[in-house]
């Protein structure tokens, strides 16, 4: 199976713009979530989507966003960008998003914002 | 709220020697626990997780980790660590009552060296 894929892979922006960044899933996982990774914070937790329904939110503002495909095929929305908003994005999938469902991540999107 | 604390920036152990990477964490109830590894320029792999029973849990490339109630930790570990081994690894709880959500530490250097 291919694994989970996130593009672009890099990304060049300046402050006040906004990006879009893509994951497609593991082929049959439903459950898609997003992680900011950065130096200084580490990895956090932006959102989650199942079956085309955000189900789970993480401490980011309201200029994060994303949303879900019927193909299970996720993107994430970032406006106004501000300089530290440069991150590596990453994306997860698992098959159900259950308790006990290994969550497997892409290569990242590795963002900077000039 | 639960957190993850990894005490240790960087381990530094030489090429054939046991390895220890350390984690507790603080979750309510039962814990579900994850190890995570990312080289340079990559994504987390996963390694191996904790959900019930056995408290000694094998992965992948040779390691296992040891779940320890009392002591809310999760330590992973190899008998012989490789020069390959050496990157960023990352351990993570999820409580039943914070959804799909991740919560990472902050992640361990491990340099292992010829």
């Known amino acids: 199976k291919a694994g989970v894929t996130q593009t672009p892979r890099y990304l060049i922006k300046t402050r006040g713009q906004q990006v879009t960044l893509s994951c497609s899933p593991i082929s049959g996982h439903r459950s898609v979530s997003w992680y900011q990774q950065t130096p200084g914070q580490g990895l956090q937790f932006l959102f989650e989507?199942?079956?085309?329904?955000?189900?789970n939110k993480g401490n980011f503002p309201g200029r994060f966003s994303g949303r879900q495909f019927s193909n299970s095929r996720s993107e994430m929305n970032v406006s106004t960008l501000e300089l530290g908003d440069s991150a590596l994005y990453l994306c997860?999938?698992?098959?159900?998003?259950?308790?006990?469902?290994?969550?497997?991540f892409g290569p990242g999107t590795r963002l900077t914002v000039l | 709220a639960q957190s993850v604390a990894q005490p240790e920036d960087q381990v530094n152990v030489a090429e054939g020697n046991p390895l220890t990477v350390k984690c507790t964490y603080s979750?309510?109830?039962?814990?579900?626990l994850f190890w995570y590894v990312q080289y340079p320029n990559r994504g987390l792999q996963f390694l191996l997780k904790y959900i019930t029973g056995d408290n000694l849990v094998k992965g992948s490339y040779g390691f296992e980790a040891e779940f320890n109630k009392s002591q809310t930790s999760f330590h992973l570990k190899k008998p012989s660590a490789l020069v390959s081994d050496s990157a960023l690894y990352f351990c993570?709880?999820?409580?039943?009552?914070?959804?799909?959500?991740?919560?990472f530490g902050g992640g361990t250097r491990l340099m292992v060296k010829p």
């Open positions: 993570a709880v999820r409580a039943l009552n914070a959804g799909n959500m991740l919560t």
């Open positions: 979750v309510s109830g039962n814990p579900y």
């Open positions: 997860a999938s698992s098959a159900a998003g259950g308790y006990t469902d290994t969550q497997y």
């Open positions: 989507y199942f079956s085309e329904t955000q189900r």
